[in-house]
């Protein structure tokens, strides 16, 4: 009996120990894991590289070759950290798992890309398993490529893109492999009204249909950097504004048309810097992640 009442005792406290040092490993890897993710005071964009497009046809823009500065166009990613979560806009054309680890460039088809985009996210602090928010400017397979890498996230889509995306036949411009997983993604469907991702207008997603069935745009204020807006393909080639060029493949021309109406009122309203995703000329003028705009 006098064993037993030393022996429970002391088993007693060996489980509080036991118990105490599990609660505090806990609570380091807690630290550590939102030290990982540690988000900042004020809204920052990223831009990654996901790429260029080469032997584009300018015709396909109903454009001729002298109008333009060049057909080639980029790929382009963004990363927008906000207080209270983060948002992956757009994913690239080549799939990471398609590109070389060295660093060597890959070609597929139109497209040339040499960095992972899981790189460049790891290169600034984040992976796949931060990112809060993913949308997608539109589900054209330039910007899908590494999308069922965010299944994980709450996917921002509008209704109409979503339809076509899962349609029984979906549109052949689709590479349906590459975002597939997003169908049993947590999900907040759009229906073309402004969403306010973060909820204090600095990260707000508005309806560009036309190019798409459920084409979208993202605005973005930035503290220092001011306001901007990631235009997605409403154009692809900064001499397109102020004609009514849109290219042959569109979804819906008159759509699109009434679309950039909206969206230039709304530049002119807010003074947002256009950032046309495929501009080569604007994105080499860019700073690329690791570094960010604030
Ligand atoms: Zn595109």
């Known amino acids: 009996m006098i ?9 007693r406290a060996g489980d509080m120990l036991v118990a105490m040092s599990r609660q505090t490993r806990n609570l380091l890897f807690s630290l550590l894991l939102l030290a990982s993710i540690a988000l900042p005071q004020s809204v920052r964009l990223y831009v990654f590289d996901n790429g260029v497009i080469k032997g584009i046809e300018p015709a396909s823009f109903q454009l001729k070759k002298e109008d333009i ?26 799939p990471d798992g398609a590109l070389n680890a060295d660093g060597t460039p890959v070609t597929q088809r139109f497209f040339t890309a040499s960095k992972t985009l899981k790189s460049q996210l790891a290169a600034a602090g984040f992976k796949a398993g931060d990112i809060t928010y993913l949308g997608l400017s539109h589900y054209h397979g330039d910007h899908t490529a590494n999308a069922n890498d965010f299944a994980g996230s709450t996917w921002l889509v509008q209704q109409p893109e979503r339809d076509a995306m899962f349609a029984e036949k979906p549109p052949n411009i689709t590479q349906i492999a590459q975002y597939a997983a997003l169908k049993n993604s947590k999900t907040k469907i759009l229906n073309g009204e402004d969403y306010d991702v973060f909820g204090d207008g600095t990260v707000v997603i508005k309806a560009a249909y036309g190019h798409t069935p459920g084409h979208q745009v993202l605005f973005v204020k930035l503290a220092k950097t001011g306001p901007l807006l990631l235009a997605g393909d409403l154009y692809h ?6 004609t009514t060029k849109v290219p042959t493949f569109e979804f819906n021309k008159e759509q699109s048309l009434a679309s950039r109406v909206v969206i230039e009122a709304f530049l002119k309203q807010t003074g947002a810097q256009l950032w046309i995703e495929h501009d080569l000329a604007n ?3 860019l700073r690329k992640s690791p570094a960010f705009y604030e």
């Open 3 to 11: 064993q037993h009442g030393r022996e429970r005792p002391t088993r």
């Open 69 to 94: 500065a060049t057909s080639d166009m980029v790929v382009a990613s963004y990363l927008i950290v906000h207080p209270k979560g983060t948002l992956l806009w757009d994913t690239g054309a080549i």
């Open 237 to 242: 080639y900064q001499e397109e504004r102020g």
């Open 283 to 285: 994105f080499n003028k």
